[in-house]
């Protein structure tokens, strides 16, 4: 707000005595004879124009008329620019007659001294009042833009948390289960199972922060996932991967891979009745990064009340919604069903161009 009254005063002073220089220019250019009172009187009118313009302000801002305004007070706008202009062309005739500030030789009455004022004057209020209204209109249009952009990135933010919360590993309690039932069984596995299921749980936490990670540091996730879902399913599960060196560098969000994973579970592999098969592919095609889940099933897309139900219900569409947060128009997804009873749910990123250190 300083910063804003200071540049105000800059703007308002420096206007006037622009104005106040170049009726000087055109008097010496022009060998004005009256130039002894041209002065005093060109300093009394950059005054009374500094006070009264001042004074609208003032004005404006006190009864809530700064631009832009509701238009239903169009008229307290008019009202007040109006008093500013008589005010202003009186005070500087009636100072110029009391100060006598005039050539005695071309002297007129007090009230053709006003007439002539109102007349060539007053477009300095007029002038004064268009460029306070078009840097208040540019300056609530910047405010508005940075406010609008501010509040995109905010909700953009949100959106991605919110995502992030709900893609967190909902296999826990299966785990935990699963674990228990190899305490007596298989005690060496049980504490694998666990140190896995620990693994997951402290990847989750660490990557609420990230926007990406390595698919390396990912598929270590999903492996020690899927190492706890094949106690649960013991032989209906079978997991191949198949993937590219080249790619292991690669950026890619967060928990995505795990969740098409465990999408694969729930509504593939969960609902085959002699399990089936799980399938990661990772590999480069030109400027792409193709990360593919394959699993066992039917996916099933229907329309009911002009809506999409799919069988992969939250964990498709938070990838769908979650790369369209990130990426834009930059990265694609699909899911299909293939001819071999598999259901395929590719999602294909820009390729990241990794840095090469030089050799020491």
């Known amino acids: 707000m300083r910063k804003k009254n200071v540049l105000y005063w800059i703007c308002q002073a420096g206007g006037w005595l622009f104005y106040g220089l170049t009726l000087m220019f055109f008097a010496f250019f022009f060998n004005n004879n009256s130039i002894d009172v041209l002065f005093p009187r060109v300093g009394v009118t950059i005054f009374f124009g500094l006070v009264s313009t001042h004074f609208l302000r003032e004005f404006l801002i006190r009864y809530r008329l700064r631009p832009p305004f509701r238009l239903r007070n169009w008229w307290k706008y008019l009202l007040s620019i109006l008093a500013t202009i008589l005010i202003f062309n009186l005070a500087t005739s009636t100072a110029v007659e009391w100060l006598g500030l005039y050539n005695p030789a071309t002297k007129v009455s007090t009230l053709t001294r006003f007439v002539?004022?109102?007349?060539?004057?007053?477009?300095?209020?007029?002038?004064?009042?268009?460029?306070?209204?078009?840097?208040?209109?540019?300056?609530?249009?910047?405010?508005?833009?940075?406010?609008?952009?501010?509040?995109?990135?905010?909700?953009?933010?949100?959106?991605?948390?919110?995502?992030?919360?709900?893609?967190?590993?909902?296999?826990?309690?299966?785990?935990?289960?699963?674990?228990?039932?190899?305490?007596?069984?298989?005690?060496?596995?049980?504490?694998?199972?666990?140190?896995?299921?620990?693994?997951?749980?402290?990847s989750s936490m660490q990557m609420e922060k990230a926007e990406t990670i390595s698919l390396e540091k990912e598929l270590n996730i999903v492996k020690d996932y899927l190492a706890l879902e094949q106690i649960r399913f013991?032989?209906?599960?079978?997991?191949?991967?198949?993937?590219?060196?080249?790619?292991?560098?690669?950026?890619?969000?967060?928990?995505?891979?795990?969740?098409?994973?465990?999408?694969?579970?729930?509504?593939?592999?969960?609902?085959?009745?002699?399990?089936?098969?799980?399938?990661?592919?990772?590999?480069?095609?030109?400027?792409?990064?193709?990360?593919?889940?394959?699993?066992?099933?039917?996916?099933?897309?229907?329309?009911?009340?002009?809506?999409?139900?799919?069988?992969?219900?939250?964990?498709?569409?938070?990838?769908?919604?979650?790369l369209k947060l990130m990426y834009g128009e930059k990265a694609s997804f699909d899911i299909k069903n293939t001819n071999n009873h598999l259901v395929r749910a590719e999602i294909s990123l820009p390729v990241v161009p990794l840095q090469i250190l030089p050799h020491t």
């Not at 990135?153 to 935990?176: D, G, M, R």
């Open 234 to 322: 013991e032989d209906r599960l079978q997991v191949a991967y198949e993937i590219d060196d080249d790619t292991l560098d690669q950026p890619v969000p967060p928990m995505m891979l795990q969740t098409l994973v465990e999408n694969a579970i729930k509504h593939g592999i969960s609902c085959e009745k002699n399990g089936g098969l799980i399938r990661i592919i990772s590999d480069n095609r030109g400027n792409r990064h193709e990360l593919v889940v394959e699993n066992s099933g039917v996916f099933q897309n229907k329309i009911s009340a002009g809506k999409s139900i799919t069988s992969g219900g939250f964990g498709i569409e938070s990838t769908r919604h979650r």
């Open 116 to 202: 002539f004022s109102l007349l060539f004057d007053s477009p300095l209020i007029i002038v004064w009042v268009s460029i306070y209204f078009i840097w208040h209109y540019i300056d609530v249009g910047a405010i508005n833009e940075i406010q609008r952009v501010k509040l995109q990135s905010l909700v953009k933010e949100l959106e991605l948390k919110t995502i992030k919360s709900h893609i967190n590993p909902h296999f826990i309690f299966n785990a935990l289960n699963s674990i228990r039932a190899l305490v007596d069984e298989n005690p060496i596995r049980a504490r694998t199972a666990i140190t896995e299921l620990s693994n997951i749980l402290r």
